[in-house]
């Protein structure tokens, strides 16, 4: 489905989330007119029974087609109001599917600058009011507007006095009703971000449950998370107070011209203008007149506040996203390792803040490991960063086999790339999915190899599912090494040109750490590894190593060199611990 552009009106984004289901759509509005047209002939037939009573004829002909039509009526009704429901749903659905992807594209600079939770609001909240929207304001407006004109003209073959005295009413209440719209949409926009705020709040305590229970942070965390939800209390409450205003405002409007046409009607009817019956019908187009009107100011007000929140969902399409792209086939086995390099790199998260790169250059030859030591805040986490193109530099080049990353399609790139984030993030499902995120395809035999290789088979042993035991939310019921050892497997079984490792043994045991240091080193004899390193262990094995400090490349070294070479190193090397939390 195509977006339009994040600067198009909110009923031009509806009817691009519409168009899948016209066909639907329209059936609903055609069964929505068919029961509007049933109903203008209900007041036709009681002016037809009145004048046979008055005429001492018999009514059973008219009694019949009455109640076949009040049969009529609420079968179709009931029948288009299910069509429309359901073509409703499905818009939501298809924004949905719209949205989420949006967000799945996102490039990370984008979803830094947002809280998680209002994106989370948005795809939820916001694309829930688009279902009132498509129902009571594009179908609402259209049978709604038919239905009013084609009262109107009813009632104008009835008598076309009555008819002007009904209009005058009717144009009074739309004045004071087009002057509440723009306080329903100014009202619904900030309840939306209002319930946006609340989602960021909720999401930014869950996502830390336990440094807020250990904090003592609870009751206040709960009032952040109540007052973000009374906040939108407050504007959802303003803005039906004015839908209420709104509605009571066209009720009262039809109830003024029933009693106005209830007047001069009398008046008609002694002068002999008009008969009774034809007064009867009149008053009874009257009553059905509300319904129409009741329909095109739900229609305005439901607009006003399906654009709110359309054009938050604009927002989210607007934000800088990624190619849709199929996922790239993973590296053959024995496919050639990966060469990096950095050329005069320089990079900043924003512009507002400080660089984090100050000119960085360096090479790394394919196979082999490569260690990036220095203390917090060097840079090192950053250049992996840069090579997964989570970020470009803002200053001079990424090399990937020789090609700049930029020219690189970007599922190509993460294809040829095994990554173990600092940390070391599970999902929730079992662990078997876990396993298997990066590398859908891999066969059981490929699995059982790794799953040696990073010691993993006694924790599959101890699991009472085995592999199909579902390891919770981020992995809480696996210990902190073994969430990195599912990090390093599940990399390990993309066969990647190229392993970046950021802290990768850093929660684990010295058995663990000395036994996967060797994998490590396996693993390098076949491919290109970059490690981002805190202990010594790890680095004196390292084929190469930099060292960086402030977003610069001090040194470039094997352990010995950079001990009598690099003062930094040396110091760093002299305490056993290098420190790399950035």
Request: overall charge neutral; charged content about 20%; aromatic content about 4%.
């Amino acid at each position: 489905m195509s977006v339009p552009p994040a600067s198009a009106a909110p009923w031009r984004v509806l009817l691009a989330y519409v168009r899948p289901h016209r066909k639907a759509l329209v059936a609903g509005a055609l069964l929505s007119l068919t029961t509007g047209a049933t109903g203008l002939a209900l007041p036709l037939v009681a002016q037809e029974l009145i004048g046979d009573l008055s005429a001492d004829r018999s009514i059973s002909g008219a009694l019949v087609l009455l109640s076949l039509l009040v049969v009529a009526n609420a079968g179709i009704g009931a029948l288009g109001g299910y069509v429309l429901q359901r073509t409703a749903e499905s818009v939501v659905l298809t924004a949905r599917h719209s949205l989420t992807s949006a967000l799945l594209r996102l490039r990370i600079s984008a979803v830094d600058a947002v809280e998680p939770g209002d994106l989370l609001a948005r795809a939820t909240s916001d694309t829930t009011l688009l279902r009132a929207m498509t129902t009571n304001s594009l179908i609402g407006f259209g049978t709604g507007g038919l239905t009013l004109v084609g009262t109107l003209l009813m009632m104008g073959l009835v008598d076309p006095v009555l008819l002007a005295v009904t209009v005058g009413v009717i144009a009074v209440a739309s004045l004071v009703i087009g002057g509440i719209v723009p306080l329903i949409n100014r009202a619904g926009k900030r309840a939306q971000e209002s319930v946006g705020r609340m989602g960021a709040a909720l999401e930014r305590a869950l996502g830390a449950l336990r440094t807020v229970k250990a904090s003592g942070a609870e009751r206040r965390e709960r009032d952040a998370v109540h007052r973000a939800a009374e906040e939108s209390w407050r504007e959802s409450v303003r803005a039906a107070k004015w839908q209420a205003l709104a509605g009571n405002t066209a009720g009262l409007s039809t109830q003024v011209a029933f009693i106005t046409v209830l007047a001069v009607g009398g008046a008609r009817v002694s002068t002999g203008a008009i008969d009774v019956g034809a007064l009867v019908a009149f008053l009874l187009y009257v009553f059905y007149l509300m319904s129409p009107i009741q329909q095109l100011v739900t229609a305005v007000s439901q607009y006003q506040l399906g654009s709110a929140a359309i054009s938050r969902i604009q927002e989210v399409q607007a934000l800088p996203g990624e190619p849709d792209r199929p996922p790239a086939p993973l590296p053959t086995p024995g496919a050639e390792p990966a060469a990096v390099a950095f050329e005069n790199v320089r990079f900043r998260y924003s512009p507002e803040l400080p660089y984090i790169h100050h000119g960085v250059t360096f090479a790394v030859p394919p196979r082999g490991m490569t260690a990036f030591v220095g203390p917090s805040g060097a840079g090192k986490t950053t250049v992996f960063s840069l090579i997964e193109r989570f970020y470009d530099p803002v200053e001079g080049r990424v090399l990937l086999d020789g090609l700049d990353i930029a020219e690189w399609d970007v599922a190509a790139l993460r294809a040829a790339i095994g990554y173990v984030e600092q940390d070391a993030p599970v999902l929730s499902g079992t662990l078997r999915d876990n396993l298997l995120f990066g590398a859908p395809d891999a066969g059981e035999a490929a699995v059982s190899a790794v799953l040696a290789t990073t010691r993993l088979e006694t924790l599959v042993t101890r699991l009472p599912e085995g592999l199909d035991t579902v390891v919770g939310h981020r992995g809480t019921k696996l210990s902190g090494g073994e969430r990195q050892r599912v990090a390093i497997a599940r990399a390990l079984l993309r066969r990647p040109r190229l392993l970046l490792l950021d802290e990768a043994t850093s929660q684990l045991d010295a058995v663990n750490e000395a036994a996967l240091r060797d994998t490590v080193a396996a693993v390098a004899r076949e491919t290109t590894v970059l490690v981002v390193a805190h202990r010594l262990s790890t680095v004196t094995t390292a084929d190469r190593i930099v060292v960086m400090d402030n977003g610069r490349v001090l040194a470039v070294g094997t352990h010995t060199e950079l001990v009598n070479g690099s003062p930094l190193y040396a110091e760093l090397a002299a305490t056993q611990f290098l420190a790399a939390v950035e």
